[in-house]
Nanobody, 124 residues
Framework: QVQLVESGGGLVQAGGSLRLSCAAS????????VGWFRQAPGKEREFVAA???????TTYADSVKGRFTISRDNTRNTYLQMNSLKPEDTAVYYC??????????????????WGQGTQVTVSS
């Protein structure tokens, strides 16, 4: 079982930056691929970025490519660096983990463990 806790959300002006963190508890977390998703009011939850458990390979949604960077350290933390933020990035951001040893994926249903979310608000 994996438990995830996000932090780092807040209010920022357009063009600004935020860094989200996801702290994990549970055994052998290094074997889990991790993703970030977001959900804006009235919209479905959508994929943002993911990083593979195996070799650190990353994948991004087109809407954030070149602005957001996902990374993880050697312990239990995953990060989402968000630069050049836009008002349309406003959403609740969720950290999620797959089952162990799953290949990297952008599909919401492939992630089994979820954090409670952190609010990101970008003002124009």
């Amino acid at each position: 079982q994996v438990q995830l806790v996000e932090s780092g959300g807040g209010l920022v002006q357009a063009g600004g930056s935020l860094r989200l963190s996801c702290a994990a508890s549970g055994r052998a977390f290094s074997s889990y691929s991790v993703g970030w998703f977001r959900q804006a009011p009235g919209k479905e939850r959508e994929f943002v970025a993911a990083i593979s458990w195996r070799n650190g390979v990353t994948t991004y949604a087109d809407s954030v490519k070149g602005r957001f960077t996902i990374s993880r350290d050697n312990t239990r933390n995953t990060y989402l660096q968000m630069n050049s933020l836009k008002p349309e990035d406003t959403a609740v951001y969720y950290c999620a983990a797959s089952q162990p040893f799953r290949v990297i994926t952008s599909t919401l249903g492939d992630f089994s463990f979820w954090g409670q979310g952190t609010q990101v608000t970008v003002s124009s």
